[in-house]
């Protein structure tokens, strides 16, 4: 699904630049739940908004579902993170002036889905999240917990194969992280590639396999509960 | 582009910003009023000066005395000048050389009484020529003739207000009329543009000089320049005026007892004039659509750059740039032309309000040019479009990821 060749990225910096990516290689399959960890700094979410289309990379190649990404023009990514990818974000990001219902809907929007049918499956898809009876709320009139559930919503509405999130559970506190892991976990259930990008050790963990980053390179990938040992490799130290 | 969709995400992201929107609105629709309103305002006085001159035509030369102010060899001030029959005749054949004139007399408030109606309506004694001298557009019968003046008959021309009051139904042509009692005959009517001018009754000044007060006196006299430039009337009017005033031992300085207007200078004069409010009127409308444009500028990029992350959300939803520029500058568009649309209706119901208690001799409808103003809102919608799109443009250009992480 996801396959990730030597990739090399670097921040551009006054008087030189900082390399933060310095030769990924990945593979992630269909239906996979893969976790990202490492210390802060480490690249963890410029790994994931590679992966997802929103940044670029210098070096190296990216295959998404068996299409090399590189040289795509900007047209052509916008179509791939409409009809594969799903992006869920640590701050939400929905609109603050629609409502949870048309946040939901936006996607749809610009794979040109009539409204009708929008509202409809977007009515659905917040009934799947528990949250059909917020359909016509403010973000601002939603907790944390619902605005995430409302967030996985509109990231789900277009049916990706790919939910890409950045410590979608930071900003929520332990009970609410638990119900919207488990969220999570049933999208991954129904065959969607989950990637989760998190510091916690018990989100990980709730994970089929963790990746560790350390200064730009993978240093662990392997089952959750085994990269998480407190005491592999002193990295848990870094932390 | 331009789907239903489209205008709902539009509608929503409007609605959603009423500040925003009340600035734009404001910025536009305010400068469109403003235009609007002094246009409106220019016209409206470039319409009462026209109107004063009536149908006058530019070439021509009007002589009125009145009373002299300023004592003249030996003559007290306070002493009536009296133009007569052979001022006109010297002038005419000895004095200059126009191509055409007319010594005029008049009478107000004469009783004009056909069958059992009567009015009061002013006569006006003038010469075949004087239809050259001013705009008479005849809609019936004839103009007075050279036949008439010389016979002194007894016909006269009438304007179109006593068609209305006095013959009604009946055809006017041949109807006899009296005018101050005495019996005249209806040869032509005419219609002119202007209010009071319909209510004068011409006949012919031998005519009215003899029948009405057995005199030779001439009130006025209008003589055409022809196709002389503006220096030539001016010395036309130089010789009439140095000729009256020998005559009649007026004072070089008196400026009340011989009054020579040269049409033309006048014309020249307010032309001059109105250039002058026009160009001011350029000029303010110029800034208030430099500040309208300004203002549009200023708020759209303040607009684009708070929706930063949003438009990094949209991209990373699949938003294409296409889809976020055109829904900027479509909405761009959509807000400056609602507003200035509102601001030209404004200003446009503003002037009719207004219109009524301004009239004025040196005020008359204020017209809205539209030519001027719909331009103007072009320039304005253009200028938000293009104010949308730039900031719009570096927005998307950059990668999605930079637009979320914007603060
Ligand atoms: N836009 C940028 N310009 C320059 N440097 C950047 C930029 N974004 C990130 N960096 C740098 O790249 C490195 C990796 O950043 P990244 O956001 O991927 O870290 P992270 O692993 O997600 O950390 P955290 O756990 O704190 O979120 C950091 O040193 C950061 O300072
Ligand atoms: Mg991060």
């Known amino acids: ?216 390179v993978i240093i662990e990938d392997g089952k959750s509960g085994e990269v998480v040992e407190p005491t592999a490799r002193g990295a848990r130290s870094q932390d | 582009m331009f789907n239903r969709e489209t205008w709902i995400e539009i509608a929503h992201t409007v609605t959603a910003n009423p500040l925003r929107t009340a600035l734009t609105g404001l910025s536009v629709g305010l400068g469109i009023f403003i235009l609007v309103v002094m246009q409106g305002l220019g016209f409206g006085l470039q319409n009462g000066v026209q109107q004063d001159f009536g149908d006058e035509a530019k070439n021509s030369v009007w002589v009125r005395t009145g009373r002299t102010t300023l004592p003249y060899r030996g003559r007290q001030p306070n002493r009536y000048v009296q133009m007569r029959n052979e001022d006109e005749q010297r002038i005419t054949e000895q004095v200059v050389d126009a191509p055409a004139w007319s010594g005029r007399r008049m009478m107000w408030g004469s009783t004009v009484g056909y069958k059992n109606e009567q009015g009061n309506y002013p006569i006006v004694g003038v010469e075949p020529d004087f239809d050259e001298l001013e705009l008479l557009p005849l809609k019936g019968g004839r103009w007075l003739h050279a036949d008439d003046m010389a016979k002194e008959s007894k016909v006269c021309v009438v304007g179109e207000n006593l068609l209305d009051e006095l013959f009604k139904q009946d055809d006017a042509i041949g109807a006899f009329v009296t005018l101050r009692g005495i019996t005249f005959r209806v040869v032509g009517h005419f219609s002119k543009n202007g209010r009071w001018g319909n209510s004068m009754v011409y006949v012919p000044l031998t005519t009215m000089q003899r029948v009405f007060n057995g005199s030779d006196e001439v009130d006025q006299m209008v003589l055409s320049t022809g196709d002389l430039d503006l220096e030539g009337s001016k010395a036309m009017v130089e010789a009439v005026d140095g000729d009256l005033r020998m005559r009649h031992s007026v004072h070089p300085d008196d400026v009340r007892a011989v009054r020579v207007r040269d049409n033309q200078e006048e014309f020249a004069m307010f032309d001059r004039i109105f250039t002058g409010i026009r160009l001011f009127i350029w000029i303010i409308g110029g800034f208030t659509l430099l500040a309208g444009a300004i203002g549009v500028a200023n708020i759209m990029a303040i607009v684009v750059k708070e929706r930063t992350v949003e438009i990094g959300v949209r991209k990373a939803l699949g938003a294409t740039s296409g889809s976020i520029l055109s829904l900027i500058v479509i909405e761009a568009i959509a807000l400056t032309l609602i507003s200035g649309a509102l601001g030209l209706i404004t200003g446009v119901a503003t002037l009719n309000a207004v219109a009524p208690y301004a009239e004025h001799d040196y005020f008359a409808n204020p017209e809205v040019n539209l030519r001027v103003t719909v331009t103007a809102l072009a320039v304005l919608v253009v200028a938000g479009a293009i104010s949308g799109f730039v900031p719009a443009l570096r927005a998307v250009r950059i990668r999605p990821i930079e637009a979320l992480r914007y603060e």
């Open chain 1, 1 to 216: 699904m996801l396959a990730l060749r030597e990739i090399e990225k670097s921040y551009p910096l006054a008087g030189g630049s900082l390399p933060v990516l310095k030769g990924i290689d990945l593979n992630i399959a269909q239906g996979e739940m893969v976790a990202i960890m490492g210390s802060s700094g480490s690249g963890k979410s410029t790994l994931l908004n590679v992966l997802g289309l929103l940044d670029g990379f210098d070096s190296g190649g990216y295959d998404l579902d068996g299409v090399d990404m590189a040289g795509l023009s900007e047209k052509q990514a916008a179509r791939y993170r409409s009809q594969f990818l799903g992006f869920v974000f640590q701050s939400f990001n929905l609109i603050s002036f629609k409502t949870a219902l048309e946040n939901v809907a936006l996607p749809l929007f610009y794979q040109k889905v009539p409204r009708r049918e929008r509202q409809k499956r977007a009515m659905e898809m917040l009934g799947k999240m528990g949250m059909d009876d917020r359909s016509d709320h403010l973000p601002s009139e939603l907790s944390g917990g619902q605005k995430q559930r409302v967030a996985i919503a509109r990231a789900l509405i277009t049916s990706p194969r790919v939910i890409l999130a950045d410590e979608p559970t930071g900003a929520l506190d332990s009970t609410t992280s638990t119900e919207v892991m488990q969220v999570l976990r049933e999208v991954n259930a129904s065959g969607i590639t989950v990637i989760i990008v998190t510091h916690e050790a018990d989100i990980a963990e709730q994970c089929d396999r963790t990746i560790r980053l350390h200064d730009g």
